[in-house]
């Protein structure tokens, strides 16, 4: 599929909104979005996290604090006034916006955490993905211990195969780049070095790391053996997002393809075909993508330095492409 719009990163726009401050030179790392108003997160290197409003062509900072000691990798909105943010300090914080305070701490992940999302009827349900190749689940619910929350789920080694955790799953350990919730039972993840996202089955306990009892997903979808060949180095995503239905994937891989996989099937086979989006290209992990409220389009960043817009189609697959 051809892209819709491409816009040259930091490009002054009629609707491009400008934020400088001469003695905060940060690096962003990660955005979000208020899901009922116009308030807009950013993550930084430096661990702190500012609330923009978007309401007027002047973006406005409204509030600043700080989450973590180290660059925060991932936020995502939990409720009105709670924000999730993940970090390289192995742990998982959720802050109070109105006042700024810790709520809670989520620990269980033995390097940085990479991603996060909730169950997204609920403000209690969390999953993380970190670079540990552990995938946590939580619920806010339970009781705390030494002041924090522990896992009531964990797959370790989501994303390890069993011969490279034979050798060493030190060496190998694959970064679980985003994990998303389909419902209660079902969640999706994928990794920097696999080409193959996996869905587990939250009812099912997997067993701890083990050279022998591997965990197994309930069903994967694999990138086209013929896309992964094109590369040379291994396949992986960088990011992925479900559509509002739930029902459709779309998943940045490392061969610069954005892949839009039907939950609707059972599998996808390395031979599958798969409708795809080309144009942006993915050099790092850290290029991400987003989708509009109503899922028409589909903006993704780029190692070029642009960002990419595509109109998203989910059934005719040759669309036009403008600058």
């Given at each position: 599929m051809?892209?819709?719009?491409?816009?040259?990163?930091?490009?002054?726009?009629?609707?491009?909104?400008?934020?400088?401050?001469?003695?905060?030179?940060?690096?962003?790392?990660?955005?979000?979005?208020?899901?009922?108003?116009?308030?807009c997160?950013?993550?930084?290197?430096?661990?702190?996290?500012?609330?923009?409003?978007?309401?007027?062509?002047?973006?406005?900072?409204?509030?600043?604090?700080?989450?973590?000691?180290?660059?925060?990798?991932a936020?995502?909105?939990?409720?009105?006034?709670?924000?999730?943010a993940?970090?390289?300090?192995?742990?998982?914080?959720?802050?109070d916006?109105?006042?700024?305070?810790?709520?809670?701490?989520?620990?269980?992940?033995?390097?940085?955490?990479?991603?996060?999302?909730?169950?997204?009827?609920?403000t209690?349900?969390?999953?993380?993905g970190g670079?540990?190749?552990?995938?946590?689940?939580?619920?806010?619910?339970?009781?705390?211990k030494?002041?924090?929350?522990?896992?009531?789920?964990?797959?370790?080694?989501?994303?390890?195969?069993?011969?490279?955790?034979?050798?060493?799953?030190?060496?190998?350990?694959?970064s679980?780049?985003?994990?998303?919730?389909q419902?209660?039972?079902?969640l999706?993840?994928?990794?920097?070095?696999?080409?193959?996202?996996?869905?587990?089955?939250?009812?099912?306990?997997?067993?701890?790391?083990?050279t022998t009892?591997?965990?197994?997903?309930?069903?994967?979808?694999?990138?086209?053996?013929?896309?992964?060949?094109?590369?040379?180095?291994?396949?992986?995503?960088?990011?992925?997002?479900?559509?509002?239905?739930?029902?459709?994937?779309?998943?940045?891989?490392?061969?610069?393809?954005?892949?839009q996989?039907?939950?609707?099937?059972?599998?996808?086979?390395?031979?599958?075909?798969?409708?795809?989006?080309?144009?942006?290209?993915?050099?790092?992990?850290?290029?991400?993508?987003?989708?509009?409220?109503?899922?028409?389009?589909?903006?993704?960043?780029?190692?070029?330095?642009?960002?990419?817009?595509?109109?998203?189609?989910?059934?005719?697959?040759?669309?036009?492409?403008?600058e």
């Open positions: 051809a892209n819709y719009r491409k816009l040259k990163v930091h490009e002054v726009g009629t609707d491009t909104y400008i934020d400088y401050d001469a003695n905060f030179q940060r690096v962003p790392c990660a955005c979000s979005f208020h899901p009922n108003n116009d308030l997160a950013i993550s930084y290197d430096n661990g702190n996290i500012r609330l923009y409003s978007t309401f007027n062509d002047i973006l406005k900072l409204v509030k600043e604090f700080q989450c973590h000691s180290q660059c925060i990798f936020i995502a909105w939990i409720s009105d006034r709670l924000l999730c993940t970090s390289g300090d192995q742990t998982t914080v959720i802050y916006i109105e006042t700024g305070n810790e709520i809670d701490v989520l620990r269980g992940h033995t390097m940085s955490v990479r991603s996060v999302c909730k169950l997204y009827y609920s209690n349900v969390l999953a993380t670079r540990d190749s552990i995938i946590n689940i939580y619920d806010r619910r339970y009781s705390k030494q002041g924090a929350l522990y896992p009531i789920s964990s797959i370790a080694c989501a994303h390890i195969s069993s011969t490279a955790l034979q050798k060493s799953a030190r060496k190998d350990t694959r679980v780049t985003a994990v998303e919730f419902d209660e039972h079902n999706y993840s994928c990794a920097c070095a696999d080409s193959a996202l996996k869905v587990w089955d939250l009812r099912y306990t997997y067993s701890r790391l083990n009892h591997m965990p197994k997903p309930k069903r994967m979808f694999c990138v086209p053996i013929d896309d992964v060949k094109s590369i040379n180095r291994l396949a992986g995503f960088s990011d992925m997002k479900m559509d509002s239905n739930r029902m459709i994937l779309f998943a940045n891989c490392t061969n610069s393809k954005i892949y996989f039907d939950l609707h099937e059972d599998t996808y086979l390395s031979s599958s075909k798969i409708p795809s989006y080309t144009g942006h290209r993915v050099g790092s992990f850290n290029i991400k993508i987003a989708l509009s409220p109503y899922d028409q389009l589909l903006l993704t960043g780029s190692s070029d330095f642009y960002s990419y817009i595509y109109r998203v189609s989910l059934y005719n697959k040759k669309i036009s492409k403008s």
